[in-house]
């Protein structure tokens, strides 16, 4: 089975400044690793996924994301956020091979951006 | 490209009411189909999931159902709702190529009184 910590239920920061939401999982098999993005009263969009090859992973809207298997982390990054940034985030992780539709999702970030 | 569409947006329904949630996909072909709820504070969960017309699986016993009466539409109903059938439930969709990614529809609101 997996499971998925997010570190901070919420992350405020000023407009234009960098920003990372932690992103940790734990599985006793392979992994791909999602992140996705609810903004106010809307459904979850695909940001980025990570399934193999690079660690480092692009998505929309300026997000990037790096895999790393040692510390079993998935941490989502931007260089400079927008007041458009502001949603809650979401990170979902599935074991290679196991059953349909078994995403096994964080308990969400809200990240707040500042003018 | 491929679109989900779900309805109604927002539902009030009293305790004990009847409920139908709809929602289809348009632009491709045997979709594997999920309906997920999202309660306050606690994440997502997946309820139920079909990989063709009639088969359903259910992750969760509950007071909700799930069918599926054709390819491109899943439905999720309940006879009887219950205050607990409160939040916010998306339904999502992956094709057999990328059955590892799923993509969410806008969602429906659900408040029972």
């Known amino acids: 089975a997996q499971s998925v910590t997010q570190l901070d239920s919420q992350v405020p920061v000023f407009e234009e400044a960098p920003v990372e939401l932690r992103c940790n999982y734990s599985?006793?098999?392979?992994?791909?690793l999602f992140w996705y993005v609810q903004y106010p009263n809307q459904g979850l969009q695909l940001l980025l996924k990570?399934?193999?090859?690079?660690?480092l992973v692009k998505g929309i809207n300026g997000f990037e994301a790096e895999f790393n298997k040692s510390q079993t982390s998935f941490h989502l990054r931007k260089p400079s956020v927008h007041i458009s940034d502001t949603a809650e985030y979401f990170c979902a992780v599935t074991g290679i091979g196991g059953s349909q539709g078994n995403l096994i999702f964080g308990k969400g970030t809200k990240l707040s951006v500042k003018p | 490209s491929q679109t989900i569409h779900q309805w109604p947006a927002t539902l009030v329904q009293p305790v004990g009411s009847p409920l139908s949630l709809e929602c289809t996909v348009e632009?491709?072909?045997?979709?594997?189909l999920y309906w997920y709820r999202q309660a306050a504070g606690r994440g997502l969960q997946l309820l139920f999931y079909s990989v063709g017309i009639g088969q359903i699986s259910s992750e969760v016993p509950q007071n909700l159902s799930a069918s599926r009466p054709q390819d491109r539409q899943f439905i999720l109903s309940s006879k009887k709702l219950l205050l607990s059938d409160s939040g916010f439930y998306l339904c999502?969709?992956?094709?057999?190529?990328?059955?590892?990614?799923?993509?969410f529809g806008e969602g429906s609101w659900l408040t029972v009184v």
């Open positions: 599985s006793s098999v392979s992994v791909y």
């Open positions: 632009g491709t072909s045997n979709p594997n």
């Open positions: 990570y399934l193999s090859g690079s660690t």
């Open positions: 999502a969709w992956s094709v057999y190529r990328e059955r590892n990614t799923i993509y």
